[in-house]
Nanobody
Framework: QVQLVESGGGLVQPGGSLRLSCAAS????????MGWYRQAPGKQRELVAD???????KYADSVVGRFTISRDNAKNTVYLQMNSLKPEDTAVYYC???????????????WGQGTQVTVSS
């Protein structure tokens, strides 16, 4: 199985910064894209940013210019640097990885347990 462990959430004032980390472990053969999603109370889960194994990135319009996604393939870890945080960024942030556990296995999505980010004065 594959486990994703997130860290780095917390409470921050508007305009502040946080860095989220997510490390994948377990019976991994190959990790394709990794990404971050978020879900605010009463809203659907949405994509924040993702990154392919080759380093191509994609961002939600609401975070462009403020958030940066990166990954360390050697450590199977993805990061999300969040700057200029706003109250509307408050949500539970979930790590996602599309991974295969064997050469013949089809890749599937795996999820972390979520980490709370609260932006408030």
């Amino acid at each position: 199985q594959v486990q994703l462990v997130e860290s780095g959430g917390g409470l921050v004032q508007p305009g502040g910064s946080l860095r989220l980390s997510c490390a994948a472990s377990g019976s991994l053969f190959r990790i394709n894209a990794m990404g971050w999603y978020r879900q605010a109370p009463g809203k659907q889960r949405e994509l924040v940013a993702d990154i392919t194994s080759g380093g191509s990135t994609k961002y939600a319009d609401s975070v462009v210019g403020r958030f940066t996604i990166s990954r360390d393939n050697a450590k199977n870890t993805v990061y999300l640097q969040m700057n200029s945080l706003k109250p509307e960024d408050t949500a539970v942030y979930y790590c996602n990885a599309n991974a295969a556990i064997s050469m013949w296995g089809l890749p599937r999505d795996y999820w972390g347990q979520g980490t709370q980010v609260t932006v408030s004065s």
